[in-house]
């Protein structure tokens, strides 16, 4: 193991190239080592002796009948002095304040315990199943074995198995599974209005036992036996129990529903809530989780805390990674290999060598298609192609990504079983390296675009085409991204301005697709799905399909609000198609009908996850051919299948 000493962090600050100042002191935060919790009881309780209704209860009480209520924990003298041997820390995941614990809603900006995707982050919240990215297979975590499907392939069924268990020691059952889906549905949640035209229902055969039942189409087969089968490795199981409590509280109402911050929320994961503030959110262990049984883990993750700073930008998170203050980053982090070739700091990424992680998702910037001048493709295309792509590649995510010349684009990842998905030579003449400034031009020339009152500037229709390009403050890749997009319409004649919101109002903007986008969105980056079990066609439903728009919480796609019926109708046959030739064409038409209307570009490749560690303190994170079987995927010990790495890690001096 390589050592270093803690003077080295001063000259690694310039030498990563960033604008940074160190971290901040961590605000002291007293904490009482004993809490002491009032709660009205609403009922009589067997305790050791009787508790009268509506008594207060100040004491300590071991009931013997369930009741649900905040767990009360020990706490360190100061959140500032969690024990370093005992506590793995983050960055990158979590940006501004948490606002809440509910599963049901997708506005809890809570990044580190509350995401349900291809991956999904299962600390608190689990699923029956998780998704490995490397090998393509879905593992068994609150499931008792593989799930198997009927011979229609109309059915999915799979067990519980018999150890899980609510944090509040109730058994976790199939009845679970099947309310947190008819709530989904009810309440018209993010979830079940994403599902609910695939997925018929969730039924409780008995108290292990569950049945999806997909939706069918005229000739009685599955509609989209794709979103069927992801469904059980990418959303929560939520306690029956505590929804109907959550119920009560909303009135039935959808909204209220929705907004409750759930401070009550029963979970059956390894972790909860232990402090946030808008500087930090720490979780810690449950040692009753029902995960240490032998039938999963064996044992209980190795952290007692999981601890994440709200650092301000990326820079500053880079500069806590270098001094040894992260343990694990899911950020950009500029330059990162110079922290082990220049200055021989324990830090390392899963690939040793550029770039650096596994190439799966593809950060794209989208158009607004309803501001001044983005209908017109000549314009869309003018941008996009005048990007200098190299320089994004090179500068704003050194090194970490393709090359366009490398992987041309499509709607594809680097990977190889999705470039070979679709016919390379039949989309060659649309695609672009960029840097095409000469061809921009005569483009928007070719369309009449011109600048006609000798102001430099291009006007459509007598109307000066300028825009905003913006993305979250403080994501630094995305940033110079964005610069180097801005810089591109002033070679061509495109006033195009640069804005950074933080991403506590960005979200919130972005993700409402109900309306037309407000001012200072004109184009504006956001991700794509990586690595899935519905892959590539997850990704191109994401980035394409019209089914987003109308939607008032759009954590999907199609931010943009593009709309084909063409490319909808692809995207709705696929999953129902089983022949590799003719998914293939189809494929290859979607990639054809991008590249034609370009209702947004892509501006990178971007792994699955940024995956950078520092091994002072912790060791044994995930790194290609590490000799993990399954293979522990590098998802930041916190996503599908790469929690196991919260089992594996161990301390560098026990």
């Given at each position: 193991?390589?050592?270093?000493?803690?003077?080295?962090?001063?000259?690694?600050?310039?030498?990563?190239?960033?604008?940074?100042?160190?971290?901040?002191?961590?605000?002291?935060?007293?904490?009482?080592?004993?809490?002491?919790?009032?709660?009205?009881?609403?009922?009589?309780?067997?305790?050791?002796?009787?508790?009268?209704?509506?008594?207060?209860?100040?004491?300590?009480?071991?009931?013997?009948?369930?009741?649900?209520?905040?767990?009360?924990?020990?706490?360190?003298?100061?959140?500032?002095?969690?024990?370093?041997?005992?506590?793995?820390?983050?960055?990158?995941?979590?940006?501004?304040?948490?606002?809440?614990?509910?599963?049901?809603?997708?506005?809890?900006?809570?990044?580190?315990?509350?995401?349900?995707?291809?991956?999904?982050?299962?600390?608190?919240?689990?699923?029956?199943?998780?998704?490995?990215?490397?090998?393509?297979?879905?593992?068994?975590?609150?499931?008792?074995?593989?799930?198997?499907?009927?011979?229609?392939?109309?059915?999915?069924?799979?067990?519980?198995?018999?150890?899980?268990?609510?944090?509040?020691?109730?058994?976790?059952?199939?009845?679970?599974?099947?309310?947190?889906?008819?709530?989904?549905?009810?309440?018209?949640?993010?979830?079940?209005?994403?599902?609910?035209?695939?997925?018929?229902?969730?039924?409780?055969?008995?108290?292990?036992?569950?049945?999806?039942?997909?939706?069918?189409?005229?000739?009685?087969?599955?509609?989209?036996?794709?979103?069927?089968?992801?469904?059980?490795?990418?959303?929560?199981?939520?306690?029956?129990?505590?929804?109907?409590?959550?119920?009560?509280?909303?009135?039935?109402?959808?909204?209220?529903?929705?907004?409750?911050?759930?401070?009550?929320?029963?979970?059956?994961?390894?972790?909860?809530?232990?402090?946030?503030?808008?500087?930090?959110?720490?979780?810690?262990?449950?040692?009753?989780?029902?995960?240490?049984?032998?039938?999963?883990?064996?044992?209980?993750?190795?952290?007692?805390?999981?601890?994440?700073?709200?650092?301000?930008?990326?820079?500053?998170?880079?500069?806590?990674?270098?001094?040894?203050?992260?343990?694990?980053?899911?950020?950009?982090?500029?330059?990162?290999?110079?922290?082990?070739?220049?200055?021989?700091?324990?830090?390392?990424?899963?690939?040793?060598?550029?770039?650096?992680?596994?190439?799966?998702?593809?950060?794209?910037?989208?158009?607004?298609?309803?501001?001044?001048?983005?209908?017109?493709?000549?314009?869309?295309?003018?941008?996009?192609?005048?990007?200098?792509?190299?320089?994004?590649?090179?500068?704003?995510?050194?090194?970490?990504?393709?090359?366009?010349?490398?992987?041309?684009r499509s709607l594809m990842n680097p990977t190889p079983g999705e470039q070979a998905m679709y016919d390379h030579d039949a989309v060659k003449?649309?695609?672009?390296?960029?840097?095409?400034?000469?061809?921009?031009?005569?483009?928007?020339?070719?369309?009449?675009?011109?600048?006609?009152?000798?102001?430099?500037?291009?006007?459509?229709?007598?109307?000066?085409?300028?825009?905003?390009?913006?993305?979250?403050?403080?994501?630094?890749?995305?940033?110079?991204?964005?610069?180097?997009?801005?810089?591109?319409?002033?070679?061509?004649?495109?006033?195009?301005?640069?804005?950074?919101?933080?991403?506590?109002?960005?979200?919130?903007?972005?993700?409402?697709?109900?309306?037309?986008?407000?001012?200072?969105?004109?184009?504006?980056?956001?991700?794509?799905?990586?690595?899935?079990?519905?892959?590539?066609?997850?990704?191109?439903?994401?980035?394409?399909?019209?089914?987003?728009?109308?939607?008032?919480?759009?954590?999907?796609?199609?931010?943009?609000?593009?709309?084909?019926?063409?490319?909808?109708?692809?995207?709705?046959?696929?999953?129902?198609?089983?022949?590799?030739?003719?998914?293939?064409?189809?494929?290859?038409?979607?990639?054809?009908?991008?590249?034609?209307?370009?209702?947004?570009?892509?501006?990178?490749?971007?792994?699955?996850?940024?995956?950078?560690?520092?091994?002072?303190?912790?060791?044994?994170?995930?790194?290609?051919?590490?000799?993990?079987?399954?293979?522990?995927?590098?998802?930041?010990?916190?996503?599908?299948?790469?929690?196991?790495?919260?089992?594996?890690?161990?301390?560098?001096?026990?």
């Amino acid at each position: 193991m390589k050592r270093w000493m803690p003077v080295l962090a001063l000259l690694v600050v310039s030498a990563l190239v960033l604008t940074a100042c160190p971290a901040p002191t961590p605000q002291i935060i007293e904490v009482p080592k004993e809490v002491v919790v009032e709660k009205k009881v609403i009922e009589t309780v067997e305790v050791v002796k009787e508790v009268p209704v509506e008594k207060i209860v100040k004491e300590t009480v071991e009931v013997v009948k369930v009741v649900k209520e905040t767990v009360v924990v020990e706490k360190p003298a100061t959140v500032a002095a969690l024990p370093r041997n005992e506590t793995l820390y983050f960055n990158g995941q979590q940006w501004g304040p948490v606002v809440g614990w509910n599963p049901y809603s997708s506005g809890n900006n809570n990044a580190m315990a509350v995401a349900q995707n291809d991956s999904s982050r299962v600390i608190m919240f689990e699923t029956p199943y998780l998704y490995n990215m490397l090998d393509g297979q879905q593992y068994p975590l609150l499931a008792d074995g593989p799930y198997t499907w009927n011979d229609a392939r109309t059915e999915i069924t799979f067990k519980i198995k018999a150890a899980a268990k609510w944090s509040d020691g109730t058994p976790l059952t199939a009845e679970d599974v099947a309310y947190t889906w008819a709530t989904h549905v009810k309440y018209n949640t993010p979830t079940g209005a994403g599902n609910k035209d695939y997925i018929d229902t969730i039924e409780a055969v008995d108290a292990q036992t569950v049945v999806v039942k997909a939706k069918l189409d005229a000739d009685g087969k599955a509609l989209n036996p794709l979103l069927v089968a992801a469904y059980v490795s990418q959303y929560y199981v939520i306690q029956k129990a505590w929804t109907e409590t959550l119920e009560e509280r909303a009135g039935g109402d959808a909204t209220a529903l929705m907004a409750d911050t759930a401070e009550d929320v029963v979970y059956s994961g390894p972790y909860h809530k232990f402090f946030t503030d808008d500087t930090k959110v720490i979780y810690i262990r449950d040692d009753n989780y029902w995960g240490q049984d032998a039938s999963m883990w064996g044992k209980l993750p190795a952290p007692k805390y999981l601890a994440h700073t709200i650092f301000k930008d990326n820079a500053a998170g880079s500069v806590a990674l270098a001094q040894g203050e992260v343990d694990v980053s899911q950020q950009f982090n500029s330059n990162i290999q110079i922290l082990w070739l220049n200055y021989g700091l324990p830090v390392s990424t899963y690939l040793p060598e550029a770039p650096y992680g596994i190439g799966a998702s593809l950060p794209t910037a989208f158009y607004n298609l309803k501001s001044y001048g983005l209908d017109q493709l000549a314009v869309r295309k003018a941008i996009a192609i005048a990007v200098d792509y190299p320089t994004i590649i090179a500068n704003a995510m050194t090194n970490q990504s393709a090359t366009f010349d490398q992987v041309p684009r499509s709607l594809m990842n680097p990977t190889p079983g999705e470039q070979a998905m679709y016919d390379h030579d039949a989309v060659k003449d649309l695609q672009w390296a960029g840097n095409d400034i000469e061809g921009a031009k005569k483009l928007l020339d070719d369309a009449g675009i011109t600048d006609t009152d000798g102001d430099g500037w291009r006007e459509y229709n007598g109307q000066k085409l300028s825009y905003i390009a913006t993305c979250p403050n403080g994501w630094s890749d995305w940033q110079a991204a964005i610069e180097v997009v801005a810089a591109a319409g002033a070679e061509i004649g495109i006033e195009i301005s640069s804005n950074y919101p933080e991403w506590s109002v960005y979200q919130t903007i972005v993700t409402k697709s109900d309306a037309p986008l407000p001012e200072g969105y004109d184009i504006f980056m956001m991700w794509s799905a990586g690595a899935g079990p519905t892959m590539p066609w997850g990704r191109i439903r994401n980035l394409l399909s019209s089914e987003w728009v109308g939607m008032a919480s759009n954590w999907s796609g199609n931010w943009g609000q593009y709309s084909s019926p063409d490319v909808d109708a692809l995207i709705q046959a696929i999953p129902g198609e089983t022949d590799p030739a003719k998914l293939k064409g189809m494929y290859t038409e979607l990639v054809k009908m991008y590249l034609t209307d370009i209702p947004s570009f892509t501006l990178m490749y971007r792994p699955q996850s940024f995956h950078a560690v520092n091994e002072t303190v912790w060791t044994n994170f995930p790194h290609q051919d590490d000799g993990t079987d399954p293979p522990v995927p590098p998802m930041d010990c916190t996503d599908g299948w790469g929690v196991a790495c919260l089992y594996n890690v161990t301390l560098v001096n026990p």
